[in-house]
Nanobody, 122 residues
Framework: QVQLVESGGGLVQAGGSLRLSCAASGRTFNTYAMGWFRQAPGKEREFVASISWSGGLIFYADSVKGRFTISRDNAKNTVYLQMNSLKPEETAVYYC???????????????WGQGTQVTVSS
């Protein structure tokens, strides 16, 4: 089993940037696709971005294309989410997750981190 710990969340003004990190335990990290999801208060959890085990296949939600960048460093067992031009409506708890297939679907991910809060002020 892989355990995930997110970090890097915080308070930022609209238009600002944050870089989230997700550190994984276990030696099988580089065999899993990884994804980032977010959940705003009163809303369902939604897909943000995913990256294949090799980093060669990446998907983004339409709402974040051109502003967010997902990447991974398998040597450090870490996946990142660089978020630029943040908007107040993107205030949410951000979760990283891992699974065999890097899809947009929550049910395809097998393990999750505890989440990190991102608050974007207007």
């Amino acid at each position: 089993q892989v355990q995930l710990v997110e970090s890097g969340g915080g308070l930022v003004q609209a238009g600002g940037s944050l870089r989230l990190s997700c550190a994984a335990s276990g030696r099988t990290f580089n065999t899993y696709a990884m994804g980032w999801f977010r959940q705003a208060p009163g809303k369902e959890r939604e897909f943000v971005a995913s990256i294949s085990w090799s980093g060669g296949l990446i998907f983004y939600a339409d709402s974040v294309k051109g502003r967010f960048t997902i990447s991974r460093d398998n040597a450090k067992n870490t996946v990142y989410l660089q978020m630029n031009s943040l908007k107040p409506e993107e205030t949410a708890v951000y979760y990283c997750a891992g699974g065999v297939a890097g899809t947009t679907l929550i049910r395809t991910y097998d393990f999750w981190g505890q989440g990190t809060q991102v608050t974007v002020s207007s």
